[in-house]
């Protein structure tokens, strides 16, 4: 009942005109007209109209209209309020539940339209307007604002645009924003981690615009989410439900909150010159207060007071530990050496990996190599650059395992098993001066690792024997003589000859011999 019947007798006995009487009530002309015309059908004086309610003498111009509407189950506001707060329940269902309710203690149901408009009618009156659209803890709305905020460079004051990131709840209009340097997928998601523990808890739903951090495909046919989105949004139980492509009206209040944001964070900023990012954030983090504690325009309360009554207690709890946040490199090739890059340091994968095509997971603290879904190579991520890979045995070949077991104390150990001129040679790898000042001192250990494979390839006398061979011949002794030696099978020979002794052409000498280069020089043998 919306007539005041009793003011409408009252303000006309007092001599007001139908014009001011209308204006006091809030009620047309005609209303008032009408009112008037019955109270004197009714023979309701002012007098009387004082004694009676006004539904009293609504039942008295309307005799019939009550009747029915006594007739009528009155739905109970403050239980429906309640039911909607919980997942899948709507008016709809609410009226056909009221309906049934209804036949059971033999009353009259209204309409299910003047149900839903009595509902709305009650819900504009008291504090539960925000739940005729949306859910409490049922979704947050996600975008990057469309203004920037300068940042100034202390030594010559050029200006970078630092974007801000704003998340909405749908329910209470809670407000979440903080600038980020820029909008790629680390800071987005890290944005998102801050905004759920600001929030103190998880919503449903996560609705992102269109953003290349967000989505990478979204047409009418078909999805495709950033795979570090999901996998955080997945962390913490959201479904990411983007808005359409060009439909803004998917995310109203994350685009209305954008448009608050800019203007009572952004604008409101317009005069600060920030010099560091630490500043801005807490010039962003004051102004965010300012806003979700500013009071609504068209109802009691504020975003923060919204939120603690209505919002609060629906979402659901954060979990023990943050979100580690995640970047996927995808479509690596591996390469000869078996190892990948996270762009500051080189991390193995099997060796029976290489050529094949392989995704990178990259966190704050882990290192994730994956094939086709299945984790084939996990390290801890270094926090700076080392000149050296990070190697997993398990992931190497046995023979640069084997490599690896060997220092040199090992290699000189060997050596003396192998036999002196072997030692000798060992000994000018890893302790020639002249050798390490043309290569780094690791490649004494590669070089007597080269040592270990010609023993393994031709056995431990024989090498013992070209080192012997070659030793006499040079106080220098190279791999790629040796080599030769082994493979020509010169150490098998009776006498030995001379090795030329040129580093240029140490192949030409051991292959052709000494005798030949005498020839040469015109010493002719008998």
């Known amino acids: 009942m919306t007539v005041d019947y009793k003011e409408i007798i009252r303000l006309h006995a007092l001599g ?3 014009v001011e009487v209308a204006g006091h009530t809030k009620v047309s002309r005609n209303t008032v007209h009408d009112v008037l015309k019955m109270a004197d059908d009714h023979h309701i004086s002012e007098a009387a109209a004082a004694e009676m309610s006004n539904e009293d003498i609504y039942r008295a111009f309307f005799p019939e209209k009550a009747r029915m509407e006594s007739l009528r189950l009155e739905p109970s506001f403050e239980y429906m309020y309640g039911e909607l707060a919980k997942k899948g329940v709507n008016l709809s269902l609410l009226w056909a539940e009221y309906c049934e309710q209804a036949k059971n203690v033999g009353k009259i149901p209204y309409m299910r339209s003047q149900f839903c408009d009595l509902y709305r009618v009650w819900a504009g009156r008291t504090k539960a307007t925000m739940r005729i659209s949306h859910k409490p803890g049922d979704a947050v709305e996600v975008d990057w604002s469309g203004g920037t905020i300068p940042l100034y460079d202390q030594a010559d004051m050029k200006v970078r645009k630092v974007p801000l990131f704003v998340a909405v709840l749908s329910c209470s209009k809670y407000v979440y924003a903080e600038p980020c340097l820029d909008t790629k997928t680390d800071n987005w998601i890290l944005a998102h981690i801050h905004a759920l523990e600001y929030f103190g808890g998880i919503p449903r739903l996560l ?6 951090t967000a989505t990478v495909k979204n047409t009418a046919n078909e999805l495709i989410l950033n795979k570090s989105y999901t996998e955080m949004a997945d962390y913490y139980g959201m479904a990411i439900v983007p808005a359409r492509v060009e439909h803004p009206d998917d995310k109203p209040d994350a ?4 448009k ?6 952004i604008a409101a900023l317009r005069n600060e010159k920030f010099t560091s990012f630490e500043a801005m954030k807490e010039g962003v983090a004051a102004k965010l207060e300012e806003l979700n504690h500013r009071a609504f325009a068209n109802r009691p309360g504020c975003r923060r007071d919204a939120y603690d009554n209505e919002e609060r207690s629906f979402m659901r709890p954060l979990p023990a530990e943050p979100y580690d946040p995640a970047v996927w490199i995808p ?3 591996v390469p000869r050496t078996y190892l990948i890059s996270d762009g500051l340091n080189r991390y193995s994968v099997p060796y029976t990996k290489i050529g094949h095509t392989v995704s990178v997971r990259l966190t704050r603290n882990l290192v994730e190599v994956y094939e086709k879904g299945e984790l084939i190579a996990a390290h801890p991520r270094l926090k700076a650059a080392q000149a050296d890979p990070v190697v997993n045995l398990d992931h190497m070949t046995e023979d640069h395992r084997k490599y690896l077991k060997y220092n040199e104390e090992q290699f000189r150990a060997w050596a003396d098993t192998a036999g002196p001129a072997t ?6 790898f890893l302790d020639n001066s002249l ?3 043309t290569h780094a001192a690791e490649q004494g250990n590669k070089y007597c690792y080269r040592l270990l494979h010609l023993a393994d390839q031709y056995g431990t006398e024989r090498l013992e024997k070209a080192c012997a061979l070659l030793l006499n011949i040079t106080d220098q002794p190279t791999l790629r003589n040796l080599s030769t030696i082994l493979k020509n099978g010169r150490d098998k020979a009776k006498t030995d000859t001379a090795v030329h002794n040129n580093e240029d052409h140490g192949n030409i000498g051991l292959t052709r011999g000494a005798e030949h280069y005498r020839n040469i020089n015109g010493d002719k043998h008998d």
């Open 435 to 437: 050798f390490q000042k």
């Open 423 to 428: 030692r000798k040679t060992v000994d000018y």
């Open 331 to 333: 479509e690596v090739k």
């Open 260 to 265: 608050f944001a800019t203007t009572w964070i």
């Open 255 to 258: 685009e209305g909150s954008v």
């Open 207 to 212: 609705v992102p615009d269109n953003t290349k």
């Open 16 to 18: 007001y005109s139908n």
